[in-house]
């Protein structure tokens, strides 16, 4: 399945249904007067946010998504059915932004989340609903209120525990492919990775979801290269892996323009937890590791994890520091976990 993050759609409510004029006429029964019914409301737009969806690929093939309008109203003050709702499912993490790209109407950030994107227009009255003593034969209806209709983008931001960020060629591909099931494209060449990868580590007995960013560079908040297109997708993660390339001359300016394309998207990027280290350390001598370590430690002022993703070398405890910063879902299972304890030792019994 390709993986599509953005999609543009048209939304549409249904109208209301037309009230009815109508007058009873039975025999024998004298002064029957108006009866006509009110129109069926026009069916609204939902949105829902589900899990088992990772990408926006079907709104390729579907952009125009209208709801049913109401039923007209009828003799014997019937009432018209109201229309059909459409209930749009998008994936966890999607924005519902408004069509000038930059006004968010909603975030779906919760499974089951559901939000009404159009309202469906109200039914008309019928003309019983206009009699009066001074107009005892009214011969008019309202026609419905018609629905609401916008166009609207959806922006698909990747909901990950880390997020693999790099120059081109730093090796996130490789690292993603070998700590995870996960399949992404490898290439010796430049922005291989055209597109978000996702995968699941299991580190410590607790799962890891990693997000495979494609390569940023000098401008990336501009829109050189791969543009800020993808720097959305580490707005929620909750820590970052940043891969320098060992075999690069100057591992610190490698490492200062990631920081740097950060701060100049969003500040608050540059507040959340990382974990700095040099990939392609088989490629490398002992005394240049160690030079280029103390060089780039001097400079982040952190730890610095020497790595090899091909020689799976280094990896766990990089993973390892990774872990302590992941806390999405993991207090309410421990709390589960300790519940079941609980009930275990509560219903057993010795004989």
């Known amino acids: 399945m390709k993986f599509l993050d953005q999609a543009k ?3 549409k409510s249904g109208d209301g249904g037309a009230g009815c004029v109508s007058f009873r006429r039975e025999k024998y029964i004298e002064f029957g ?20 969806l990772n990408t926006l690929i079907d709104f390729r093939y579907q952009q125009h998504f209208k709801a049913h309008k109401g039923y007209n109203g009828s003799g014997s003050d019937k009432t018209g059915p109201k229309g ?44 019983a609903q206009f009699k009066s003593s001074t107009n005892q ?6 026609p419905g209120w018609p629905g609401e209709e916008k166009w609207v983008w959806l922006r698909l931001k990747v909901i990950a525990d880390v997020g693999l960020l790099g120059l081109p060629n730093a090796g996130k591909s490789t690292f993603l492919s070998v700590v995870t099931s996960a399949r992404p494209k490898i290439a010796d060449y430049p922005f291989t990775t055209l597109h978000p990868n996702l995968g699941v580590a299991w580190v410590d007995g607790y799962e890891m979801v990693i997000a495979d960013i494609p390569g940023l560079i000098e401008g990336a908040h501009e829109g050189t290269g791969l543009g800020d297109r993808f720097l959305k997708h580490v707005e929620r993660c909750a820590a970052f892996l940043h891969l320098i390339d060992g075999t690069a001359e100057d591992v610190v300016a490698a490492y200062k323009v990631i920081r740097n394309e950060l701060e100049l998207y969003d500040q608050k990027l540059t ?10 350390c088989d490629a490398l001598g002992e005394k240049d590791i160690k030079k280029k370590i103390a060089a780039l430690e001097k400079a982040c002022g ?3 994890y020497a790595i090899s993703a091909v020689a799976k070398q280094g990896l766990f405890d990089c993973l390892l520091d990774l872990n302590k910063y992941i ?4 207090l309410k299972k421990g709390s589960d976990d300790e519940r079941e304890k609980e009930e275990v030792r509560t219903s057993w019994s010795p004989l």
């Open 9 to 11: 759609i048209f939304v």
């Open 33 to 52: 007067g108006p009866n006509g019914g009110d129109g069926g409301k026009g069916g609204s737009v939902y949105f829902e946010a589900v899990e088992n």
């Open 84 to 127: 059909d709702d459409i209930v749009i499912k998008v994936p966890v993490g999607t924005e519902i932004v408004a069509e000038d790209g930059e006004t968010v109407i909603v975030d779906m950030i919760k499974p089951g989340q559901t939000f009404m994107i159009a309202k469906g227009g109200d039914g008309g009255r019928g003309n």
């Open 137 to 142: 034969a009214p011969r008019y209806a309202e």
């Open 271 to 280: 507040a959340k937890p990382e974990v700095v280290a040099i990939n392609k």
């Open 302 to 304: 952190k730890k610095v």
């Open 327 to 330: 806390t999405r879902d993991r």
